[in-house]
């Protein structure tokens, strides 16, 4: 659906996705074109955002999707558990490349950065970086606790907060590159949030505001 800001009245409905997921839409363009890119259970969509019209459908998801997807350098990148990762063409929706030899996230959503890698966050601990342009594997590096949340890029570094809380830093670099770790005491399933030079996490009791000193 979309829906007029002013008064909720719906502009258009789109029901080409036809299955559930609880995935969340993304905003792109294509050729200056404003775009939603939508997920359903077995499928990646296109749809316009001034008409709803759909520009695209390509099926190759599978399960219960709940990461949403992620665009970089014309390309939609897409993941989920018992599935496999997947390039798309943003324009056409073509399949570019398909990797399912791959551990794949089942709620975090995939990081895809513009300088050519793609992350993954599987909820038992691997943390996978992928060459956008091929899918092939550049490292894994193993954690002791999984992800809900999505890795976040702030820079040329990612933010990415465990079950247990704790928030590793990492760069986007075609190897495992650990900056520093922070915690905060509690476990967590949500993904920050950055704003005004600060971060939110919101854990399992609390929320923490992060930021430099005043």
Same mark, same amino acid.
């Given at each position: 659906l979309a829906l007029n #800001?002013?008064?909720?009245a719906v502009v258009w409905t789109n029901r080409s996705a036809k299955e559930?997921?609880?995935?969340?839409?993304?905003? &792109?363009?294509?050729?200056?074109?404003?775009v939603a890119i939508v997920q359903s259970s077995v499928a990646v969509l296109a749809v316009s955002l001034s008409d709803g019209k759909t520009i695209w459908r390509t099926e190759c998801l599978s399960g219960e999707v709940a990461p949403s997807p992620s665009v970089a350098g014309a390309r939609v990148f897409t993941a989920n558990a018992n599935a496999s990762a997947v390039a798309l063409d943003l324009a056409t929706g073509k399949k570019l490349w398909e990797n399912e030899d791959v551990d794949l996230p089942d709620v975090a959503s995939v990081l895809a950065t513009d300088a050519?890698?793609?992350? #993954? &966050?599987? /909820? !038992?601990g691997p943390l996978t970086c992928l060459d956008a342009a091929t899918g092939k594997v550049l490292w894994v590096h193993e954690?002791?606790?999984?992800f809900y949340s999505t890795p976040i890029?702030? *820079?040329?570094l990612i933010y990415l907060t465990d079950l247990k809380g704790r928030t590793r830093i990492i760069k986007d670099a075609s190897e495992f590159k650990l900056v520093h770790t922070s915690e905060i005491g509690e476990s967590?399933?949500?993904?920050?949030? !950055?704003? /005004?030079?600060s971060?939110?996490?919101? *854990?399992?009791?609390? #929320? !923490?505001?992060?930021?430099?000193?005043?």
């Amino acid at each position: 659906l979309a829906l007029n #800001l002013a008064d909720g009245a719906v502009v258009w409905t789109n029901r080409s996705a036809k299955e559930i997921s609880w995935s969340s839409p993304i905003e &792109a363009e294509i050729v200056g074109r404003p775009v939603a890119i939508v997920q359903s259970s077995v499928a990646v969509l296109a749809v316009s955002l001034s008409d709803g019209k759909t520009i695209w459908r390509t099926e190759c998801l599978s399960g219960e999707v709940a990461p949403s997807p992620s665009v970089a350098g014309a390309r939609v990148f897409t993941a989920n558990a018992n599935a496999s990762a997947v390039a798309l063409d943003l324009a056409t929706g073509k399949k570019l490349w398909e990797n399912e030899d791959v551990d794949l996230p089942d709620v975090a959503s995939v990081l895809a950065t513009d300088a050519g890698r793609v992350y #993954l &966050a599987a /909820n !038992f601990g691997p943390l996978t970086c992928l060459d956008a342009a091929t899918g092939k594997v550049l490292w894994v590096h193993e954690f002791d606790s999984g992800f809900y949340s999505t890795p976040i890029l702030v *820079g040329d570094l990612i933010y990415l907060t465990d079950l247990k809380g704790r928030t590793r830093i990492i760069k986007d670099a075609s190897e495992f590159k650990l900056v520093h770790t922070s915690e905060i005491g509690e476990s967590c399933f949500c993904t920050p949030v !950055f704003s /005004n030079d600060s971060i939110f996490i919101r *854990g399992v009791k609390r #929320l !923490f505001k992060i930021s430099a000193p005043q």
